[in-house]
């Protein structure tokens, strides 16, 4: 059978290793041709095919859960449940998706972009199958790396505490997450995998009895058992902090030995409470240079398969937002040793790779635990450091009771640094930074704002860390506007000032962060056709310029906002509610994202399809306004035009 005749897994029942193996090798290939060709996550799936197939050899999918931690490591399972023949369109408008998606297949039994929530899924599974009387398997594939999430031990805590109830928890020890997993436990895991006798029995000693004559490459019953307890013997501590916590545990197992694998997970599902399969892989296993670099590879744009290398641009592109914010905190660092920086396991996304590397002694990486971040940095503050907690808009979500309770209501003076804000593109609807601004309006004595561009990020972050109180920037993915960046003498901004950077009577355009760019680009438009706008870089949220806002708007009597976010409590509904508490009741098109999940496209994709580009939103507020833009003088119009 060719992996591409999969449309079902269950297939996978009753084919031998061998044919087993031959499939993990088809995978791996169309794995590579589509990611090289059209971008995507590489590693985290190569190193995790042998796994899929074992794993699912065991199961009937038709009946039993498999939940996969974050996601971007189940491309193999995608290519096994039917996905095979439409794989070419991954992380592509209407195409594939980059994650788990439960209306995309029904094989996808838990929806998930972020880390650490599948062992809570697949336990909630088991419970509810419990309570209704069924029977079927319930299975979560956690990398070690997840581990390091608080949530994830909450569930192995809970799990454990319930020796009647039937989980599997699969940990994938790759010793990566993104970038290395950090903590004890990994810590743990890894003195394990490089401990003598289990590279004794991955080495040498295994592959000179399979090659015997007599054996035909098989290692006998008697000698597999003997491996397995000889592995067990050597991390009786490993599987000590499992066991003592209410779980069976199994391994470790080699992550790419198929025959291995499907034993210990027959094993599993014989067991009565819960089980934790330990696994050892090899994050991007069998292409050498996403081995090499398990960090670089974990996702690529396309790139060339032979030589590994991302294609060269066509043109020379501004730095990114990420890089500019990195390479400016160093330079706030190198004068202020308050100044720390703090991220959840993504250094390299966030920019922090750059003070890592510059000054490792005001870096610090927390593993995915972003609640934890923030509450550290907060007791950080209590002492009189200046910490920059540098999260991904999607991600900070998961600490918003810790930006309220432990730095908000305590008035503590810490910067959130709030990376990939708005539309990110393939992705998809788990990692839109579209909620940022919507959840950071109420929390108690913070600060938020949003630059227009590199160099305003540049003050901005000044302004943040000289403030004597919480504050958070939001940002963009991707390159910046190009504009020339301050070398040094960066001066801080006034707190809650805007700036006028066009003038016009006939239309008031108030614009935030990554949208006054396009507000400047729509005004001329509008130009164009006769009306001429005043254009805000509002800079702040909160607070708001109401100062300038307000009579502006009341002498020009129409009000456009624009934001890069959720409308539902967004930007323009903080200014709508401005102008209304000054009883400036005026009409207020606000444009942004409405009530609905952004799927995965390209980012200028979906803003083509929410009405975002500057001639939508032209066309968008001559609408709105028809009427009364008709009546303005029809002289003055007629010159304009």
Known sequence: MHASELSHPNQLHGLTVAELEAIARQIREKHLEVVSTSGGHLGPGLGVVELTLALY???????????????HQAYPHKLVTGRWNNFHTLRQKDGVAGYLKRCESRFDHFGAGHASTSISAALGMALARDQRGEDFKCVAVI???????????????????????????????????????????????????????VQFLQGNAEEAIRSLPFLHGELPA?????????????????????????????????????????????????????????????????????????????????FDLATGKAYPSSKPKPPSWSKV????????????????????????????????????????????????????AAGMACEGLRPVVAIYSTFLQRAYDQLIHDVGIQNLPVTFVLDRAGIVGADGPTHQGQYDISYLRAVPNFTVMAPKDEAELQRMLVTSIDHDGPCAIRFPRGEGEGVPLMEEGWQPLEIGRGEVLAEGEDLLIVAYGSMVYPAMSTAGLLQERGVRATVINARFLRPLDEALIAPLARRIGRVVTMEEGALPGGFGAAVVEALNDQEVLVPVLRLGIPDVLVDHASPDQSKQALGLTPPQMAERILERFAASLARLPRQAVAARA
């Not at 997840?146 to 809970?158: P, Q, S």
């Not at 390299?348 to 890592?356: P, S």
């Open 143 to 197: 990398g070690d790396g997840a581990l390091t999430g608080g949530m994830a031990l909450e569930a192995i805590n809970h799990a454990g505490h319930l020796p009647k109830t039937r989980l599997l928890v699969v940990l994938n020890d790759n010793d990566m997450s993104i970038s290395p997993p950090v903590g004890a436990l990994s810590t743990h895991l890894n003195r394990m995998r490089l401990s003598k006798p």
């Open 222 to 302: 008697e000698l597999q058992n003997l491996k397995e307890s000889l592995r067990r013997l050597a991390v009786p501590k490993v599987g000590a902090v499992f066991e003592e916590l209410g779980f069976t545990y199994m391994g470790p197992v080699d992550g790419h030995d198929i025959g291995a694998m499907i034993r210990t997970f027959q094993a599993a599902h014989r067991e009565e409470g819960p089980v934790l399969v330990h696994v050892a892989t090899t994050k991007g296993k069998g292409y050498a240079y996403a081995e090499a670099d398990q960090v670089g590879y974990h996702a690529q744009s396309a």
């Open 57 to 71: 050899q065991t199961l009937d999918l038709d009946h039993d859960r498999v939940v996969w931690d974050v996601g």
């Open 325 to 376: 914010f990195g390479q400016t905190l160093v330079k706030i660092c190198e004068q202020d040793p308050r100044v720390v920086g703090i991220t959840a396991a993504m250094a390299t996304g966030t920019g922090l790779d750059i003070l890592e590397k510059a000054l490792p002694k005001q870096y610090f990486d927390v593993g995915i635990a972003e609640q934890h971040a923030v509450t550290m």
